[in-house]
């Protein structure tokens, strides 16, 4: 089965949100009865929603942030029953940042939670919430100089802990004019194994896979500024 997120639109923003299971073979076949909402208890101005699939566990998790509480929260999900536990709190708005879920990554018996910390508009920093210790803990990153904003492009489990790829970009003529793509390694505990390494100028990571072997292979395109050859 795959499963599919969507939401109800009320007044231009979703309120409601809503997860499906289907069959791969016939999509004719869903896992539920009905759609299951994910905010049944909470119907509320529903920004940016992000899922993974736990493996082994039957589980799903997601997370997304209730607009008008100005907080961001995740659930589980009984992939077979369709079972949605109560929302757990992530995080709340601070003076200086607004909270946006981006990715969750599947770890060794944990997930974590990354959440984009944005700051006139952009994306400045990185959070983190580790479903190991509930705690919300900043990433170790910080923009290379002269870049303006960042994007996570991909992220997955290494060893016991994880690691991410981020997408540094500089647009300080209004467009973008240069892009660096750094890949960092996480420990557990959320705190940063080593430094970040470039391996990417001018170009775009597209998407991440992760092989059966446990090696990882990214899929890389021209991001259409600076110099592609370079990279």
Known sequence: FFYVTYAQINTNSPDKIFIQGFSTVNPKLTVFTSPVQLNANNPAEIHQLVCAKQPGLDSIVCAYRVETLAK?????????????????????????????????????????????QVSDGRIKKFSVQLSSSNETITLPFNLDEGFTYANISASAFYY????????NTDDTIGQPIRTQEVVQLVNPDGSANGTSSVIIRDGRVMQGLLMSDGSYWMLCADSGVGDWQKG
Request: a negative charge; aromatic letters at 16%.
């Open 72 to 116: 961001v929260v995740y659930v589980t999900i009984a992939s077979d029953t369709g079972e949605v536990s109560s929302e757990t709190t992530i995080v709340t708005d601070s003076a200086n940042y607004r909270f946006l879920p981006d990715y969750i990554t599947i770890a060794d018996g944990y997930f974590a939670v990354i959440l984009d």
């Open 160 to 167: 016991d802990g994880w690691f991410a790829v981020i997408k």
